[in-house]
Structure formats: structure tokens, C-alpha cells
């Protein structure tokens, strides 16, 4: 499939094509761990990389590699990798540029659980985070040291949904040579593509709206080819001969997908979190209608912005598609087609409002996930942020009043109706 082709036809077509044993015309499931070799010399030639092909699933996998074709067609990539979860994919980037001691510089405004992940699990290897506000692009430049070896964003930030100045923080990057990760879980490609602003790496957690179904878990690291990794010393995996492999360079051997590589034959190999072949079939068939869904998510989240603006009982909205919004100009900017949509609001009833709300809605799923084609809802001061002291919560965006949607897919009358319907009892 050639990349000149429209967004929703590469979202069908990208990677595919019928099987070519069967005829299959939808990609089949690949459900094997392991491929037989035609003969020595070949197994050795893909053992020794100088040949691609399936060894065993943990590396590789054909339903999985069309997953990862399709999706580094979306972003307008290079090449991709996908893996059991987005951690996973966070995991596998930060293993191929990271040596013990070093630090990446990452927004202080992420998902809950990627700062977890680096500010505790990441201690264990010896990776350190320094943290800076994604509103504030020479924050990102204060906090870079001698070794520092990456910055990390959000492009739209989960859960309060502000758009991010990717251009901004990627020209920090650049001038010190750093590579710039960009997490395009809430935008998706559909909405904002981070490559043509200036990312290096793009990483996702499919389980949300690529997937789209609220089914299946996986993730995936998309390489933009656009960093040179032996401009410095600073990054040996891609740089320096590997011992594994006979002294092959990656960087040298693979040029503008030597990313996806190491993350795939240094990372995958050796960490193994492989994506299953039914969950890569699961997610291919969601992206295919990734287009649709995610316009109609974004037309959704607006309308219910902006009839909850003017409820009665709601204190304030925070959607970046409202267009006195302070995040409006960076939306209309990075993802032109909506907003997402995942925004929070706030309860004039505070603490007490925010339970009865979330307990009396029908319609909407109770729920810690995002990007499903159901309505999900979640009180964090009561659920995700409840151990935190309340100051702590209004710091996270996590205040007692606080109200977080997911918006789906269903009809936006019904949606409206059920948020009313449970706004009349708090
Ligand atoms: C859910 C999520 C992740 C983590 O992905 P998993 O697939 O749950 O591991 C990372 N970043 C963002 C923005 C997310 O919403």
C-alpha cells in the first residue's frame, strides 16, 4: 500500500493483503508460537539478522506485523513495533536508550500510571525522571543534564485533555540532540500525527481508542526515522557493535528503523512482552473503523461540553474544543478535527456531588479506562486519587469536584439524557 493513499484507506488496507495460502481476505490469526526454517543456513541467516522472517512469536509474528505496518503507516513512520501493552512500549523505548544512571526529562502532566512507572518502577533500572510542564517549554530545557538521553510528552494529556505545543518541546530537543517520545494514546493518529511535528518516537497503548472496543490490550512503539543515534556516544545499543549479534551496529545495518529494531531484537527478545496474535487481530479490526469512531467521539465530546457548560450544576468544564478555551488555539493548531474525547468538569456539590453523580448514571460505565465506544466515567477523588491528601489531589487535577468521560460512540440525546438524568440527584 503506498503512503500517498487517504488516512481511512490505509486505516482498512496498510499492511494487508489476502493470504497468500488460503485467500483469506480479513488478516488471519496467526495462533503458533514458532515458524519452520527451510533449511540451516536460513534459520542462521535470521538468527544472525541478516535475513527478516518468524523465528518464534515472543520477536515476531505475521498478524503482528501487519499490526505494526498499519499503524507506523498511520503515523508516518518508519517502522513499528508492537507489544502486550502501552507500558510495554514505554518499557521497550526507554530499555534501548537508557544505561544505568542516565535520565529523560518527562511532562508532569501524564497518565497515572506512566508516572508510576517512571517515577518508581524506572529506580529499579537506575532511569531517573526529571519533571516539567508541558505549558511551559523552557521548563523541559532547565531540567536537561549531562545525561540526560530523552524527553517524553503527551500530545493530548490524559485525563485533563490539554494539547500540547509539540513543536515547542521538540525544538528543544533538537537543539540538544535529544529525541523527543511523544505518547499519541488520546489523539490517535486520526487526530494529530507527532512526525510531522517534530517527534522522534511515537508510542501508543492501543487498548484505548485505536483498539476502540474496551476488549484487548496492546501497545506500540513507532519509529519516525528521523534521528541520527550516532551523532553522540550517548546511545551505545544503537551505536556500538553488539557482542549477540557479531558485532553488528544496528544503527549502521538499519538506518531509519534501527529503533524498531533494537526495541524488537534487544528489548522484545530479551524483557518478552510479547502482544498475543488474537489481541494484534483484535486491534487491526478496530482500527479499520478508527476514523469514524474517533470523529464521532470528538463531535460527541463537544456537544456534552457544551451542554454541561451551562447546567446549572456543573462549576466549569475543561475541554480544549470549547472555543474560549485556554487549550483552543493548541487544538486548532495540533488536531484540527477535534479534541478528543476524554475532558473533566467540575461539581458545584464538590465531594458528595461527584459520588451520588457517578452512581447514578446509567448509560455510562463506572470505570478506571478510556477510549471504549461506551460512555465511561470516573470520579478520581473517590476512586484512582482517593489515598492522595486533598491538596495533593487539586495538584493532579484530581480535586474533590472533579468529574472525568470518556464520551463514546452511542447517541449523543441518550448520552445527554443520562448525564442529566444523574445530575437531577446530586
Ligand atoms: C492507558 C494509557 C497508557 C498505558 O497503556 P496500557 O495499554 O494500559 O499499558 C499509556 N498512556 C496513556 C495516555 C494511556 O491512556
Partial sequence: MSGSQGFETLAIHAGAQPDPTTGARATPIYQ????????????????????????????????????????????????A????????????????????GDEFVASRRLYGGSINQFGHSFKSFDWHVKWADPADPQSFEVAIGERTKAIFIESIANPGGAVVDIEAIAAVAQRHGLPLIVDNTMATPYLCRPAEHGADIV??????????????????????????????????????????????????????????????????????????????????????????????HCDNA???????????????????????????????????????????????GGYEAGVAFVEGLKLFSHLANIGDTRS?????????????????????????????LSVGIENVDDIIADLDQALART
Wanted: with cysteine.
Fill in 203 to 296: 508510542v501508543h497503548s492501543l487498548t484505548k481508542f485505536m483498539g476502540g472496543h474496551g476488549n484487548s490490550m496492546g501497545g506500540v512503539i513507532v519509529d519516525c526515522g528521523t534521528f541520527d543515534w550516532s551523532a553522540s556516544t550517548r546511545y551505545p545499543m544503537l551505536s556500538r557493535p553488539r557482542e549477540e549479534y557479531a558485532g553488528l551496529v544496528l544503527h549502521e545495518t538499519f538506518g531509519n528503523i534501527a529503533l524498531a529494531i533494537a526495541c524488537r531484537v534487544l528489548g522484545l527478545r530479551d524483557l518478552g512482552p510479547a502482544i498475543s496474535p488474537f489481541n494484534a487481530f483484535m486491534l487491526l479490526t478496530g482500527i479499520e473503523t478508527l476514523p469514524l469512531r474517533m470523529q464521532r
Fill in 32 to 79: 503458533t508460537t514458532s515458524f519452520v526454517f527451510n533449511d540451516v543456513d536460513h534459520a542462521a541467516a535470521l538468527f544472525g539478522l541478516q535475513k527478516f522472517g518468524n523465528i518464534y512469536t515472543r520477536i515476531m509474528n505475521p498478524t503482528q506485523a501487519v499490526l505494526e505496518e498499519r499503524v507506523a503507516a498511520l503515523e508516518g513512520g518508519t517502522a
Fill in 81 to 100: 513495533l508492537a507489544v502486550a501493552s502501552g507500558h510495554a512500549a514505554q518499557l521497550l523505548v526507554f530499555h534501548a536508550l537508557m544505561q544505568p
Fill in 302 to 348: 463537544l456537544a456534552v461540553a457544551q451542554h454541561l457548560r451551562t447546567h446549572e450544576k456543573v462549576a466549569w468544564v475543561s475541554y480544549a474544543g470549547l472555543p474560549d478555551d485556554p487549550n483552543h488555539a493548541n487544538m486548532l493548531r495540533y488536531s484540527p478535527k477535534g479534541a478528543g474525547a476524554v475532558f473533566t468538569f467540575g461539581l458545584k
Fill in 376 to 404: 465511561l466515567v470516573i470520579h478520581p477523588a473517590s476512586t484512582t486519587h482517593r489515598q492522595l491528601a486533598s491538596d495533593q489531589q487539586i495538584a493532579a487535577g484530581a480535586g474533590p469536584d472533579v468529574v472525568r
